[in-house]
């Protein structure tokens, strides 16, 4: 059974400022990772998505992999107020047919 | 391109009832997946469907159960409600097996 492990805040950062929200999990052969933004009361929204070990931008997001760590993190540059919400990990594994697993979350508070 | 279409949005039911939520992927997507989320668990795995087939199932007692039709629409059900069922379920569609999922808006599920 995957299991994925995320703080869950809240995470409090100033707006400009950097915010670097972290995920490990426990299974090896996991090869797909995937970052998702929850704004309360909505449904989850894809942001992120990565493969490969290293870093990987897309804005002001970049997602970094370690997969002999079994982390993945996403580091938010320039937080905004908007970018308030939880931040969801979720990965899965190779087979096809194989769940996407998600963690329970790190919330991210971006004050003005 | 229209996207994750769920219905219905909101529902009230009794204890031992039961109900069924339906879901309708983007055009083109054959994969369909639910979960449900609570405030305490967070995402959880229902099933997975793909062509019609379930490919994947959920730690969830039998009384969930689901379906796809040949047009790729999905129907979840759920039967003997119990008050814990009460929940947002999501339905989320894909059409490559390493990308990640689009969520529909997901049904929030009150039972009394």
């Known amino acids: 059974q995957k299991e994925v492990e995320q703080n869950s805040g809240p995470l409090s950062v100033p707006e400009g400022a950097i915010a670097s929200l972290n995920c490990t999990y426990s299974d090896r052969v996991s090869q797909s990772f995937f970052w998702y933004r929850q704004y309360s009361g909505k449904s989850p929204e894809l942001i992120m998505s990565?493969?490969?070990?290293g870093d990987k931008e897309d804005g002001r997001f970049t997602a970094q992999l370690n997969k002999a760590s079994q982390y993945v993190s996403l580091l938010i540059r320039d937080s905004q107020p908007s970018d308030s919400a939880t931040y969801l990990c979720?990965?899965?594994?190779?087979?096809?047919?194989?769940?996407?697993?998600f963690g329970k979350g790190t919330t991210l508070s971006v004050s003005s | 391109k229209a996207g994750v279409t769920q219905t219905p949005r909101y529902l009230i039911k009794t204890r031992g009832q039961q109900v069924t939520l339906s879901c309708s992927p983007i055009s083109g997507h054959r994969s369909v997946s639910w979960y449900q989320q609570t405030p305490g668990q967070g995402l959880q795995f229902l099933f997975e469907y793909f062509s019609e087939t379930q490919r994947n199932k959920g730690n969830f007692p039998g009384r969930f159960s689901g379906r796809q039709f040949s047009n790729s629409r999905s129907e979840m059900n759920v039967s003997t409600l119990e008050l814990g069922d009460s929940a947002l379920y999501l339905c989320a569609s894909s059409d490559e097996m390493d990308y990640g999922y689009t969520f529909g808006s997901g049904t929030r599920l009150t039972v009394v």
């Open positions: 990565i493969y490969s070990n």
């Open positions: 979720a990965l899965r594994g190779s087979q096809a047919g194989t769940a996407l697993i």
